[in-house]
């Protein structure tokens, strides 16, 4: 693989970060009831971490001599993240955020496998370092989802 195919990966990453703190954000907000509660708080606390891995991925762009993308590039992807008609339809959140984690690690993965193939060691710590702050966020929310598909 090339360091364009690393780049085109930096900047999906980047791009869905972003679209990640959006969401996050827009569900934290809308959510309603009691058993909201504590994944509203957890969606605060993941849209500050979401926000620092955007901000980590554009950093990393800067020093591969590109530009991080702005927002005229931008494609809108996490179709299950939207907040629902029903604001107290917590499950399909979870879902949503499993969704999005399923596809960051995704990325992240493909980001490792690129960077090592085009022998740069700083992208592929850095892709190994978000892929397991994605990897946890997906064990919370799985583990949020035992409990609601118990009830």
């Keep these: ?3 364009q195919t690393v780049t085109e990966l930096l ?3 980047y791009f869905d970060e972003l679209e990640t ?3 996050y954000q827009a569900n934290a ?4 009831g009691v058993r909201a509660e504590e994944i509203k708080e957890s969606l605060k606390q993941d849209v500050q971490e979401e926000l620092g891995h955007a ?3 554009g950093q990393r ?3 591969l001599d590109e530009c991080p993308p702005g927002s005229a590039e931008f494609e809108a992807r996490q179709e299950s993240l ?5 604001t107290t339809d917590v499950l399909s959140v979870i879902n949503g955020v499993l969704d999005a984690e399923e596809d960051a690690i995704s990325t992240y993965r493909s980001l490792v496998s690129a960077a090592a193939e085009a022998d740069d060691p700083v992208t592929e710590d850095l892709a190994v370092t978000l892929l397991a702050d994605e990897e946890a966020h997906r064990t919370e929310f799985r583990g949020f989802k035992k409990e609601y ?3």
Excluded: T
């Design 82 to 86: 939207q907040p629902p008609e029903d």
């Design 11 to 13: 900047k999906r990453a």
């Design 1 to 3: 693989m090339s360091d």
């Design 29 to 32: 907000i809308a959510l309603d």
């Design 55 to 57: 901000e980590q991925l």
């Design 21 to 23: 703190v959006m969401n």
């Design 149 to 151: 598909e118990r009830d």
């Design 61 to 63: 762009l800067k020093q």
